[in-house]
């Protein structure tokens, strides 16, 4: 693998100067709470729903899917190779012997995949989050949320009805999951799934995604903040 860039000449005393360190480290913390820290939800969410989606790649269609759709103008599968473009213009190979490699989603960098050949125990390879990259844009949805199967009597049932309730959990549940998989796992008919998933989007709980043919579904912020909204509200007084 080719040698990376030498950093500027003013990260060389970054360890020697305390009162530059701490500047960097402040303006770093600066940036994450104004830039970051509003959407980190929105950006896990993504992520989480994207590395599922990877997961039914792989299982359905192996490497080759895998590989094909993560960037296909920049990253190539062209066995036994793994052929990259990186956005520096890095010439060079890298052998795995056998260490494997981490692929890591980002919302950053869309344009290009950018590669750690040194980082450890494997390296890691960061690939632009969304599926078949068909637009320059990325919806934002929510983290997957931790909630537990809807019962007839519980709040969320009572104002969505128990089986679309039920429909949203198994969303949250399994972020990036298709029609028919809700189907099944919530033991409706697919028309049936559709239709809830469609009054779930509408209502802005749910976020959907196409691959190929397959609509590829996951909580969105509102949905998450219905799922973990508390049970027992204390009454207002007057």
């Not at 260490?99 to 890691?124: T, Y």
């Not at 809700?182 to 799934?193: Q, V």
Request: overall charge neutral; hydrophobic content about 40%.
């Amino acid at each position: 693998m080719a040698e990376r860039q030498s950093l500027p000449s003013w990260a060389h005393h970054l360890a020697d100067d305390r009162d530059l360190l701490r500047q960097l480290f402040i303006g770093l913390e600066h940036v994450y709470d104004r830039l970051l820290d509003p959407h980190w939800p929105q950006i896990a969410g993504f992520t989480a729903a994207d590395q599922g989606a990877r997961v039914r790649q792989m299982a359905t269609g192996g490497w080759e899917r895998l590989f094909a759709s993560l960037n296909p103008r920049r990253i190539r599968w062209n066995p036994p190779v793994l052929e990259l473009a990186m956005a520096s213009g890095l010439e060079g190979d890298l052998h795995l012997d056998g260490r494997g490699l981490l692929l890591i989603p980002s919302v950053f960098g869309f344009a290009a995949p950018v590669l750690d050949p040194s980082a450890e125990p494997q390296p890691i390879l960061t690939y632009p989050a969304g599926l078949e990259q068909q637009s320059g844009t990325l919806p934002l949805c929510a983290p997957p949320a931790q909630p537990t199967s809807p019962g007839a009597s519980s709040p969320l049932a009572s104002v969505l009805g128990r089986t679309r309730a039920a429909v949203l959990h198994s969303i949250a549940e399994h972020p990036a999951c298709s029609t028919k998989e809700l189907a099944a796992r919530i033991g409706i008919a697919p028309a049936s799934a559709s239709e809830h998933t469609t009054s779930l989007r509408e209502a802005g709980l749910v976020h959907t995604v196409r691959s190929r043919n397959t609509a590829l579904h996951s909580p969105t912020a509102l949905g998450a903040a219905f799922l973990n909204a508390p049970r027992d509200i204390p009454p207002v007084k007057a």
